[in-house]
């Protein structure tokens, strides 16, 4: 699969829809939340990708793409700072999205 090459903002965009689907529960202040970090364009584009896309090929897209937007210490806290903002928008910063982030750490360090 060819994986898409996203821009700054649509990167950041599908990540936070990637985290927001963390815990299997993309509700509606999770959804509040993104639209008002976004465009409605990047928005819907985002979503409309994720929605297509295997969990795997979800992950491939995020790995592919975190080399050009991941690459400073202060990318990676700003990233992490607008998903802790998506996790606790429902009042329930649950324990799946906690492993999710340390996940996605991992991911984006190596």
Same mark, same amino acid.
């Given at each position: 699969?060819? #994986?898409? $090459?996203?821009?700054?903002? +649509?990167? @950041? @965009?599908? =990540?936070?829809? #990637?985290?927001?689907?963390?815990?299997?529960?993309? *509700?509606?202040?999770?959804? &509040?939340?993104?639209?008002?970090?976004?465009? +409605?364009?990047?928005?819907?584009?985002?979503?409309?990708?994720?929605?297509?896309? *295997?969990?795997?090929? =979800?992950?491939?897209? =995020?790995? +592919?793409?975190? &080399?050009?937007?991941?690459?400073?210490? $202060?990318? &990676?806290?700003?990233? #992490? $700072?607008?998903?802790?903002?998506?996790?606790?928008?429902?009042?329930? #910063?649950?324990?799946?999205?906690? =492993?999710?982030?340390?996940?996605?750490?991992?991911?984006? @360090? $190596?």
């Amino acid at each position: 699969m060819n #994986y898409p $090459q996203l821009s700054p903002s +649509e990167f @950041t @965009t599908f =990540v936070l829809i #990637y985290a927001a689907h963390a815990d299997y529960d993309y *509700s509606d202040p999770e959804i &509040k939340i993104i639209k008002n970090l976004c465009s +409605e364009a990047d928005y819907n584009k985002m979503l409309e990708l994720f929605n297509k896309t *295997s969990d795997y090929n =979800v992950l491939r897209i =995020v790995l +592919e793409n975190k &080399k050009s937007f991941c690459n400073t210490d $202060q990318a &990676k806290s700003n990233l #992490y $700072q607008l998903i802790t903002k998506v996790f606790e928008a429902d009042g329930d #910063y649950s324990r799946p999205e906690k =492993v999710f982030l340390n996940f996605l750490d991992r991911m984006i @360090t $190596q």
